[in-house]
T-cell receptor, first 114, second 117 residues
């Protein structure tokens, strides 16, 4: 059984460019989370989807960050006009149920903004 | 919001020794406490978790204890092996305003565990 996959694994962007990061959760998982992990730190919550509904986007650092999950499966995190402080690993996690399930993490996308 | 503090930031032990990592949390409403292991270049992997209605949980060489009164929880690894070397994160989840929870996690800062052969 495939786990959570993310693509690309590495992304280098010039400051000001837009980027799109993809997450393929485990099939059938209702919940999907995005986290941002700065170097040497723990992951920090960005946003949460229950199926296609974005129920919590309180962790998105600015309006340059946008996430969607239009069909309740694959999700995309988009960052517009990237800044150097956006450099981090972006982790996606999915969970079978809402609220009480184990979160399975993908390998992450390492974004470097030059 | 919830704040999770984790200590120590680095821990070095000899193979076969025990390792203990401690975390404290700020929000007494937190009700779920997972521990994750993260190896270089990989995403976090759940190794054990505990819910607020339980004081201790054990799985082979790994155990977690929870003290709700003091708002702290700990990870215990016995008979450590070199393959236990990794970064370990504690986390806490609090219910939403309505009392339900969708599982949003607040993580500690991580502990780099090194097990020397």
């Amino acid at each position: 059984g495939a786990g959570v996959s993310q693509s690309p694994r590495y992304k280098v962007a010039k400051r000001g460019q837009d980027v799109a990061l993809r997450c393929d959760p485990i099939s059938g998982h209702v919940s999907l989370f995005w986290y941002q992990q700065a170097l040497g730190q723990g992951p920090e919550f960005l946003t949460y989807f229950q199926n296609e509904a974005q129920l919590d986007k309180s962790g998105l650092p600015s309006d340059r960050f946008f996430a969607e999950r239009p069909e309740g499966s694959v999700s995309t995190l988009k960052i517009q006009r990237t800044q150097q402080e956006d450099s981090a690993v972006y982790l996606c996690a999915s969970s079978l149920t809402s609220g009480r399930g184990e979160q399975f993490f993908g390998p992450g996308t390492r974004l470097t903004v030059l | 919001g919830e704040n999770v503090e984790q200590h120590p930031s680095t821990l070095s032990v000899q193979e076969g020794d025990s390792a203990v990592i401690k975390c404290t949390y700020s929000d007494s409403a937190s009700n779920y406490f997972p521990w994750y292991k993260q190896e270089l270049g990989k995403g976090p992997q759940l190794i054990i978790d505990i819910r607020s209605n339980v004081g201790e949980k054990k799985d082979q060489r790994i155990a977690v204890t929870l003290n709700k009164t003091a708002k702290h929880f700990s990870l215990h690894i016995t008979e450590t092996q070199p393959e236990d070397s990794a970064v370990y994160f504690c986390a806490a989840s609090i219910p939403n305003a309505g009392g339900t929870s969708y599982g949003k996690l607040t993580f500690g800062q991580g502990t780099i565990l090194t097990v020397h052969p």
